[in-house]
């Protein structure tokens, strides 16, 4: 009987394509929805994730917030390196301005002063030349590292090593190039003017270390790696706290999957309204179904089929809809995600278990809504079902 009932599902759904098109065309449209939207959030969290953590490795940011009465010094940081939960700490102070190579002039550079060990505590890789040694810090030598970006818009090359350039009325020889890396959401890092960090705060005018990196030794010791920066910066400011901040990248790698997870819970939920809104459609469908078919019904019950040969007609007709317009709405979505990922620039992946949720979904919506219908004209009796005139 089983096999019947769906025989007689496929032959009512084929009898009435628009109708059955129109109907199935709900489910399509929301499972897209799902799929599509929680695909779009992982991706934007794979992103994100991915830009954290291409900024170093093992990589605490600490920000110093007073500015009158700054303790830090260069000798101190020294000391707070030899501590062996830490691999490298480095000074940074970041700023713009122009550079000028012949006759070309760059000002879209971001221009770093820093100390050895940065390209550690970034993962940055040399191209060809070398980094910023202790002697360029010692004698502010006027030497520079350039992204490959940077390079190539002031020389036409990435082969700099050994060209000159000027900025702020100083010549500057370029002693290495880095390896490209790309642009992420956090920036490019591919536009640096690295100099030596004694150097940047004389041709700046900034005096002090207000930001600073420090490399974890390996990722088992971040989190030991927090605690001697802040034992360390409670001693410089006397336990005040809120006079500097340490950012620890797990900590914010963790904060950002939990904000990605509830805004992946959001976005799947308002999908879901417009499936339940494709169940709604196909409950109405139903309905009018069994309005239509009364007759066929009284005749099916006089002639000796149960309630349940009836209910069950009706459910899987409804179960049919419901998972034939799951896999529709599976496979469109699955181009969508195809063809968004290159244009957004976005990894997109499908997860099985969201195919497979939607897919369940998808059939315990049809089955909810069809419920109702299909126990309607289950209940219908014989001789009223025979005189109805439709």
Do not use: C, H
């Not at 501590?83 to 006759?103: C, E, F, R, W, Y």
């Not at 417009?274 to 005749?299: A, K």
């Amino acid at each position: 009987m089983g096999i019947q009932s769906w025989k007689m599902a496929w032959k009512s759904i084929a009898g009435n394509k628009m109708r059955s098109f129109l109907t199935i065309l709900g489910v399509v449209i929301g499972v897209v929805a799902i799929v599509v939207l929680v695909a779009i959030a992982q991706g934007a969290n794979v992103q994100v994730t991915s830009s954290i953590e291409n900024l170093g490795t093992n990589l605490l940011t600490v920000n110093i917030n007073s500015r009158r009465t700054n303790p830090l010094t260069s000798a101190g940081l020294d000391e707070l390196s030899q501590n062996d939960s830490i691999a490298a700490v480095a000074p940074i102070l970041t700023t713009s301005g122009t550079a000028k190579a012949g006759i070309v002039t760059y000002d879209e550079g971001s221009i770093q002063g820093t100390v050895p060990g940065y390209e550690e505590i970034r993962g940055l890789s040399l191209a060809s030349g070398r980094f910023l040694t202790q002697p360029d810090i010692d004698n502010r030598s006027m030497v520079a590292v350039l992204g490959s970006e940077a390079a190539e818009e002031m020389f036409g090359t990435t082969d700099a090593v050994g060209e000159t350039f000027t900025m702020n009325g100083y010549t500057f020889s370029v002693v290495g190039v880095l390896e490209e890396k790309g642009s992420t959401s956090s920036g490019s890092s591919d536009n640096q003017i690295i100099i030596p960090f004694s150097l940047a705060e004389r041709l700046f005018n900034q005096k002090g270390i207000s930001t600073f990196y420090v490399s974890a030794s390996s990722a088992d010791q971040v989190t030991a790696a927090e605690y001697a920066v802040t034992d360390y910066l409670d001693g410089l400011f006397d336990g005040d706290s809120d006079q500097y901040s340490v950012y620890n990248q797990t900590d914010m790698i963790s904060t950002l999957s939990e904000t990605t997870e509830t805004l992946t819970l959001m976005l799947g939920g308002i999908a879901a309204i417009s499936l339940l809104v494709g169940g709604i459609g196909i409950m109405n469908i139903m309905l009018v179904s069994v309005s239509e078919r009364t007759r066929e019904i009284g005749i099916r019950k006089a002639i000796g089929a149960s309630r349940g040969n009836i209910l069950s007609q009706f459910l899987i007709e409804s179960l049919a809809v419901s998972f034939l317009g799951g896999l529709l709405g599976l496979g469109i979505a699955l181009i969508a995600v195809a063809v968004l990922g290159p244009a957004l620039e976005m990894e997109m992946v499908v997860s099985i278990p969201v195919a497979l949720l939607a897919i369940g979904f998808s059939v315990l919506i049809g089955v909810i809504f069809g419920l109702y219908p299909a126990n309607k004209a289950s209940k219908l009796r014989p001789i009223d079902a025979l005189r109805y005139e439709g």
